[in-house]
């Protein structure tokens, strides 16, 4: 966004008369917020009613004019240097790459290669695959609702992979996305290592329930959940699980589904789950419901580490070499993860409305890849029915969604559903939470 054409800087003020300008003004907002913990759009926006955000021609390129914006944005009246690459963030993702690609939030390429291909476009733009070359991007999944004992131990998993010198790519959010990017910055500065990496990557209907906490320096917005998904497993190295909700069900599930693909099987991708003492309840449910939904295979692809984030670190950095010699072996790109082959049924944009949550094939009459595809969707559902606006608003006209299928099967959803909700995992800690879906065995 360095530099732009006149031309170009036309098309971004033609954009902002647009439809995509209220998500354009409304991921602005959510930046400006970082670091507020509040996970319910309409409480974070309320105070806002009159905030705007315009964009000034110069010369030079754009000047972004900010209107009533929050406080907590500014330090002596200057914008914090993070917020300000945020805001500049958003700008190129959702109103250049949008200009470019004419996307909203309801839009995608027709088929799975030119999905990709836009994946690959919207990081190589955002430049965040400049500095990946060097295989060491760990992508860290979690809940943003965790316990303060969980945090402190995704801290400290960050702290032993950045003494590995290893970077961390989360969904940018507070919890779990946070803890291992500050616990890394740490584990880098005594190593002094200077190329250290904090890469954020979110979705206009998120991002206003994870703000991007202030450590990211390198935020992404995908236009939808399925390529922010798919940005994640391209661009990652390996992957670190922590305790987390139905979304992080939803990204496991969304990962299970495509390492147990066939043309995947000889594909080396460590995926560590992990949490601290007193976690093991929680793997072993997790466990449990993969096992017996998905199968022994899906199980395999993974390996739980309870209390132990120097084991964590010692198995990712081990991983990390046979993920190398993978690549070098296939000449596939340590950038950008070409040769993982990804199904157009996981690349689909699944928009979550009553019928389409009603009518999800939830039995097993299916392969167990099409099994995680409609559990993925149905927790995709629960997400959205949760915190994005969208969804939200669904609830309210309609009521709860409605998940039907196999008896067996939904016995086994309810069971870890309720977990998520017993255990505070659904809404931030100390929020009242009313369930936005009801299960019928």
């Given at each position: 966004?360095?530099?732009?054409?006149?031309?170009?800087?036309?098309?971004?003020?033609?954009?902002?008369?647009?439809?995509?300008?209220?998500?354009?003004?409304?991921?602005?907002?959510?930046?400006?917020?970082?670091?507020?913990?509040?996970?319910?759009?309409?409480?974070?926006?309320?105070?806002?009613?009159?905030?705007?955000i315009?964009?000034?021609?110069?010369?030079?390129?754009?000047?972004?004019?900010?209107?009533?914006p929050?406080?907590?944005?500014?330090?002596?009246?200057?914008?914090?240097?993070?917020?300000?690459?945020?805001?500049?963030?958003?700008?190129?993702?959702?109103?250049?790459?949008?200009?470019?690609?004419?996307?909203?939030?309801?839009?995608?390429?027709?088929?799975?290669?030119?999905i990709?291909?836009?994946?690959?476009?919207?990081?190589?733009?955002?430049?965040?695959?400049?500095?990946?070359?060097?295989?060491?991007?760990?992508?860290?999944?979690?809940?943003?609702?965790?316990?303060?004992?969980?945090?402190?131990?995704?801290?400290?998993?960050?702290?032993?992979?950045?003494?590995?010198?290893?970077?961390?790519?989360?969904?940018?959010?507070?919890?779990?996305?946070?803890?291992?990017?500050?616990?890394?910055?740490?584990?880098?500065?005594?190593?002094?290592y200077?190329?250290?990496?904090?890469?954020?990557?979110?979705?206009?209907?998120?991002?206003?329930?994870?703000?991007?906490?202030?450590?990211?320096?390198?935020?992404?917005?995908?236009?939808?959940?399925?390529?922010?998904?798919?940005?994640?497993?391209?661009?990652?190295?390996?992957?670190?699980?922590?305790?987390?909700?139905?979304?992080?069900?939803?990204?496991?599930?969304?990962?299970?589904?495509?390492?147990?693909?066939?043309?995947?099987?000889?594909?080396?991708?460590?995926?560590?789950?992990?949490g601290?003492?007193?976690?093991?309840?929680?793997?072993?449910?997790?466990d449990?419901?993969?096992?017996?939904?998905?199968?022994?295979?899906?199980?395999?692809?993974?390996?739980?580490?309870?209390?132990?984030?120097?084991?964590?670190?010692?198995?990712?950095?081990?991983?990390?070499?046979?993920?190398?010699?993978?690549?070098?072996?296939?000449?596939?790109?340590?950038?950008?993860?070409?040769?993982?082959?990804?199904?157009?049924?996981?690349?689909?944009?699944?928009?979550?409305?009553?019928?389409?949550?009603?009518?999800?094939?939830?039995?097993?009459?299916?392969?167990?890849?099409?099994?995680?595809?409609?559990?993925?969707?149905?927790?995709?559902?629960?997400?959205a029915?949760?915190?994005?606006?969208?969804?939200?608003?669904?609830?309210?006209?309609?009521?709860?969604?409605?998940?039907?299928?196999?008896?067996?099967?939904?016995?086994?959803?309810?069971?870890?559903?309720?977990?998520?909700?017993?255990?505070?995992?659904?809404?931030?800690?100390?929020?009242?939470?009313?369930?936005?879906?009801?299960?019928e065995k």
């Open positions: 966004m360095s530099q732009l054409s006149q031309i170009e800087v036309a098309q971004l003020q033609d954009t902002t008369n647009s439809a995509l300008y209220g998500m354009f003004r409304n991921c602005c907002l959510a930046v400006l917020n970082s670091g507020v913990d509040e996970d319910d759009y309409e409480v974070l926006f309320a105070p806002y009613e009159n905030f705007d315009k964009l000034v021609r110069r010369e030079r390129g754009v000047k972004i004019e900010l209107v009533n929050p406080e907590v944005a500014f330090v002596d009246d200057t914008l914090v240097t993070g917020v300000h690459e945020h805001i500049f963030a958003v700008l190129r993702d959702l109103l250049y790459m949008g200009n470019k690609y004419a996307f909203t939030h309801k839009s995608a390429p027709a088929d799975s290669v030119s990709t291909d836009m994946v690959f476009d919207m990081l190589r733009h955002a430049q965040a695959l400049e500095g990946n070359d060097s295989l060491n991007t760990v992508v860290c999944w979690g809940g943003h609702s965790i316990n303060l004992t969980e945090y402190k131990y995704t801290k400290e998993v960050g702290y032993q992979l950045g003494l590995r010198e290893m970077n961390i790519c989360t969904g940018c959010g507070p919890g779990a996305m946070k803890g291992p990017m500050k616990g890394a910055t740490i584990g880098h500065a005594k190593q002094r200077k190329e250290g990496r904090y890469i954020g990557i979110s979705e206009p209907s998120i991002i206003a329930a994870e703000p991007p906490n202030a450590i990211v320096n390198e935020l992404v917005i995908m236009p939808d959940i399925e390529k922010r998904l798919e940005a994640f497993v391209r661009l990652a190295h390996g992957i670190v699980i922590f305790p987390g909700g139905v979304g992080t069900a939803e990204e496991l599930l969304y990962l299970l589904g495509i390492l147990m693909n066939e043309r995947n099987a000889q594909q080396p991708f460590p995926v560590i789950l992990t601290p003492a007193g976690s093991e309840t929680y793997f072993e449910a997790i449990e419901f993969i096992g017996t939904t998905i199968g022994k295979e899906a199980q395999s692809k993974y390996q739980i580490i309870v209390d132990d984030p120097e084991e964590v670190a010692r198995v990712m950095r081990t991983g990390l070499g046979r993920v190398k010699k993978y690549r070098e072996a296939m000449g596939d790109a340590y950038s950008f993860n070409w040769s993982l082959k990804i199904e157009e049924d996981f690349q689909r944009p699944f928009i979550p409305t009553h019928q389409t949550m009603s009518d999800l094939a939830l039995h097993h009459d299916q392969d167990n890849a099409s099994l995680a595809i409609a559990l993925r969707q149905a927790f995709s559902g629960i997400v029915g949760n915190v994005k606006a969208e969804g939200i608003q669904h609830i309210k006209q309609h009521g709860p969604f409605r998940l039907t299928g196999d008896a067996t099967l939904m016995e086994r959803v309810d069971t870890l559903l309720e977990s998520f909700v017993s255990q505070q995992r659904m809404k931030l800690p100390g929020s009242a939470y009313t369930p936005c879906y009801t299960i």
